[in-house]
């Protein structure tokens, strides 16, 4: 075995490489296009050490940046009012919520024909008289980002020129994001303006900001409530912490924050959003959001139940390859991933596909992240029926539409270890929305037999051999 754990210290190193070459976010591409708001968007001054190293946040950004629709989500939702005698119901409409006739014109020119799940118990809450805090935590993609910018929206006074509404995001990147909401549902408020609190954005000093809402990454937002008093952070009415999850995984944030969070006026109405509610985001949580409303959704929860899973047994790599080339043609009847354990791996693996003839896109670490949504956004589209990726680097990312995915190579944590959790996450999605699903598993030693084994035993879930020179198998395997 003495080759294995070579071969896994050296994926040891280029999945930890990757992760941390995930956040080459190639900034000066995105321009928000403020009203009013001078951005300068220098890459190198843009950067913290912190968010160089933090993949959640580029993953986030991902999902951002190729998600047009909103995740269905069938689950229930957890509403724990605060005060139980106030008026919390549920909106099926936007009427419903008798938003101010422009906000109803930007949303309706968003697309946006009903409210989300999170969205229609969130807002009556968010919009209550007396102002209500709130803690909200449902998955990404279920429309958290609309639904805070129209409470945003809602209270501020486009009359008064000084800054109202707060918003806080983890990065400069998911700042701009959640801008553009902020404009395209704002547009019919033309006296209405956005300032980016991020670093690189230089005013001159004893200024003072007219623009009525600011986003902008928690240091800079810092300094201009307090070291440079760019903002009074006692008019500001809405204070929101979006992507609370992604925000504590950045070291100095979450202090940032609760010492913005500090300088506010008590009756200021805080709500905090997060796709999860690890302990510490919890915790996070309570230490911002004074008395608070929760509303969780939870995620739909992962099942091997409706998936087929089968192993092949190999000598080699090239074997593996050889195995694959068989299979081709049943997986790409759907779209099919492809996961190996290295880049170098996949890169090899999309060459020698490509070789054969076959159509296929490579998803590596090494990309910036707009080459990766470029990539999954064509994958989406079905332009490519096989994507070949790295777990690393697919981690966290949604592909819905997968119905079939190959385990060129085992999940395995750093102790070379079977990681069920990694297992479950890219194959658990497959058999989603009632389809059937297909996850096929590349062994090819003992090691890796022993690894399925293991995972085998993990779920409780026998996982059939499967013989790829037998055509009937296969026919079998694609129906
Ligand atoms: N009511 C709606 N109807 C139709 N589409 C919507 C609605 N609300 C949001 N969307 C769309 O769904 C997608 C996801 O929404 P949004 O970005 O608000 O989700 P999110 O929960 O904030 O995600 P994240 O956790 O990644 O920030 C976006 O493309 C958005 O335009």
Same mark, same amino acid.
Request: include cysteine.
């Given at each position: 075995?003495?080759?294995?754990?070579?071969?896994?210290?050296?994926?040891?190193?280029?999945?930890?490489?990757?992760?941390?070459?995930?956040?080459?976010?190639?900034?000066?591409?995105?321009?928000?296009?403020?009203?009013?708001?001078?951005?300068?968007?220098?890459?190198?001054?843009?950067?913290?050490?912190?968010?160089?190293?933090?993949?959640?946040?580029?993953?986030?950004?991902?999902?951002?940046?190729?998600?047009?629709?909103?995740?269905?989500?069938?689950?229930?939702?957890?509403?724990?009012?605060?005060?139980p005698s106030s008026p919390l119901y549920s909106v099926k409409s936007f009427e419903e919520l008798r938003l101010k006739p422009q906000l109803l014109q930007g949303v309706y020119a968003m697309g946006f024909n009903r409210p989300s799940k999170i969205q229609e118990n969130a807002l009556p809450l968010m919009l209550a008289e007396p102002s209500?805090?709130?803690?909200?935590?449902?998955?990404?993609?279920?429309?958290?980002?609309?639904?805070?910018?129209?409470?945003?929206?809602?209270?501020?006074?486009?009359?008064? $020129?000084?800054? =109202?509404? &707060?918003?806080? @995001?983890? +990065?400069? #990147?998911?700042?701009?994001?959640?801008?553009?909401?902020?404009?395209?549902?704002?547009?019919?408020?033309?006296?209405?303006?956005?300032?980016?609190?991020?670093?690189?954005?230089?005013?001159?000093?004893?200024?003072?900001?007219?623009?009525?809402?600011?986003?902008?990454?928690?240091?800079?937002?810092?300094?201009?409530?307090?070291?440079?008093?760019?903002?009074?952070?006692?008019?500001?009415?809405?204070?929101?912490?979006?992507?609370?999850?992604?925000?504590?995984?950045?070291?100095?944030?979450?202090?940032?924050?609760?010492?913005?969070?500090?300088?506010?006026? $008590?009756?200021? =109405?805080? &709500?905090?959003? @997060?796709? +999860?509610? #690890?302990?510490?985001?919890?915790?996070?949580?309570?230490?911002?959001?004074?008395?608070?409303?929760?509303?969780?959704?939870?995620?739909?929860?992962?099942?091997?139940?409706?998936?087929?899973?089968?192993?092949?047994?190999?000598?080699?790599?090239?074997?593996?390859?050889?195995?694959?080339?068989?299979?081709?043609?049943?997986?790409?009847?759907?779209?099919?991933?492809?996961?190996?354990?290295?880049?170098?791996?996949?890169?090899?693996?999309?060459?020698?596909?490509?070789?054969?003839?076959?159509?296929?896109?490579?998803?590596?670490?090494?990309?910036?992240?707009?080459?990766?949504?470029?990539?999954?956004?064509?994958?989406?589209?079905?332009?490519?029926?096989?994507?070949?990726?790295?777990?690393?680097?697919?981690?966290?990312?949604?592909?819905?539409?997968?119905?079939?995915?190959?385990?060129?190579?085992?999940?395995?944590?750093?102790?070379?270890?079977?990681?069920?959790?990694?297992?479950?996450?890219?194959?658990?999605?497959?058999?989603?929305?009632?389809k059937r699903g297909l996850a096929v598993n590349m062994v090819d030693s003992k090691h890796s037999m022993s690894i399925l084994n293991r995972i085998q035993e993990h779920f409780n879930k026998k996982i059939e051999r499967l013989d790829t020179d037998d055509l009937d198998e296969i026919e079998k395997i694609a129906n």
């Amino acid at each position: 075995m003495a080759t294995d754990s070579w071969a896994l210290a050296v994926d040891e190193q280029e999945a930890a490489a990757e992760s941390l070459s995930n956040l080459h976010l190639k900034e000066e591409k995105i321009k928000p296009e403020a009203n009013g708001a001078i951005v300068k968007t220098n890459a190198n001054e843009e950067k913290t050490d912190e968010e160089e190293k933090e993949d959640r946040a580029a993953q986030s950004l991902l999902n951002k940046l190729i998600r047009s629709n909103l995740v269905d989500n069938t689950n229930q939702v957890e509403v724990l009012q605060r005060d139980p005698s106030s008026p919390l119901y549920s909106v099926k409409s936007f009427e419903e919520l008798r938003l101010k006739p422009q906000l109803l014109q930007g949303v309706y020119a968003m697309g946006f024909n009903r409210p989300s799940k999170i969205q229609e118990n969130a807002l009556p809450l968010m919009l209550a008289e007396p102002s209500q805090n709130l803690i909200a935590q449902s998955q990404s993609g279920t429309g958290k980002t609309a639904a805070f910018v129209l409470a945003m929206l809602s209270q501020v006074e486009p009359a008064n $020129r000084f800054p =109202q509404c &707060l918003c806080l @995001s983890p +990065t400069y #990147e998911l700042a701009l994001q959640t801008g553009k909401v902020i404009e395209q549902m704002g547009k019919f408020y033309p006296e209405l303006k956005l300032a980016y609190a991020v670093r690189g954005n230089k005013l001159e000093r004893g200024q003072k900001i007219s623009e009525q809402i600011v986003i902008g990454t928690p240091g800079t937002v810092l300094d201009w409530c307090s070291k440079l008093k760019f903002i009074d952070p006692k008019k500001i009415k809405v204070f929101v912490l979006d992507e609370a999850d992604v925000m504590i995984a950045t070291q100095g944030h979450q202090d940032q924050s609760i010492r913005i969070q500090r300088m506010l006026p $008590r009756n200021c =109405q805080m &709500l905090l959003f @997060s796709a +999860t509610f #690890e302990d510490s985001v919890w915790k996070f949580a309570q230490k911002v959001v004074p008395d608070p409303n929760i509303i969780k959704l939870k995620r739909e929860e992962e099942t091997l139940d409706t998936i087929k899973q089968y192993y092949v047994l190999c000598n080699n790599r090239d074997e593996k390859f050889q195995a694959l080339c068989n299979l081709y043609g049943a997986i790409t009847i759907a779209q099919a991933m492809i996961f190996c354990h290295t880049r170098k791996t996949a890169s090899w693996l999309a060459a020698e596909l490509s070789k054969e003839g076959h159509q296929v896109a490579l998803l590596s670490g090494e990309m910036m992240v707009e080459q990766r949504a470029a990539v999954i956004e064509r994958f989406r589209e079905g332009k490519e029926k096989v994507l070949v990726t790295t777990n690393v680097c697919a981690r966290g990312i949604d592909v819905e539409q997968v119905s079939v995915v190959i385990n060129f190579d085992l999940p395995v944590d750093k102790d070379g270890n079977p990681d069920n959790e990694t297992y479950l996450h890219r194959i658990g999605r497959t058999g989603r929305f009632g389809k059937r699903g297909l996850a096929v598993n590349m062994v090819d030693s003992k090691h890796s037999m022993s690894i399925l084994n293991r995972i085998q035993e993990h779920f409780n879930k026998k996982i059939e051999r499967l013989d790829t020179d037998d055509l009937d198998e296969i026919e079998k395997i694609a129906n």
